[in-house]
Nanobody, 127 residues
């Protein structure tokens, strides 16, 4: 399976952006999906995750209340709606899929859980 993240760009602080993670090669409707980000010069960090049917979502404390993860299985795509963006949200955003079908739980916040990664999309928030 291939994952393609898109929707990044330059946005002013306080603005919004929606990222998409489109899967190809197989359907991912039974797979959990996560979003991670890597700020310049820093480690990759967890942002948000959604379980296979969307009943469970997880967020890092830094984005909780501002970001929303969702999925559209008809389009084989997972979204990350980002509102009230801050300069510290500047990073390359990557999506990842866990081939352990139907799973859910706090392990979805860990990088090691995921089997497939997309290439990432740059989000730059100006002050």
């Amino acid at each position: 399976v291939q994952l393609q993240a898109s929707g990044g760009g330059l946005v002013q602080a306080g603005g919004s952006r929606r990222l998409s993670c489109a899967a190809s090669g197989r359907r991912i409707s039974t797979w959990p999906v996560g979003w991670f980000r890597q700020p310049p010069g820093k480690e990759r960090e967890f942002v948000a995750a959604i379980n296979w049917n969307g009943d469970l979502t997880y967020y890092s404390d830094s984005v909780k209340g501002r970001f929303t993860i969702s999925r559209d299985d008809a389009k084989n795509t997972v979204y990350l709606q980002m509102n009230f963006l801050k300069p510290e949200d500047t990073a390359v955003y990557l999506c990842a899929a866990d081939q352990n079908a139907y799973s859910g739980g706090r392990h979805l916040t860990q990088r090691e859980t995921y089997d497939y990664w997309g290439q990432g999309t740059q989000v730059t928030v100006s002050s």
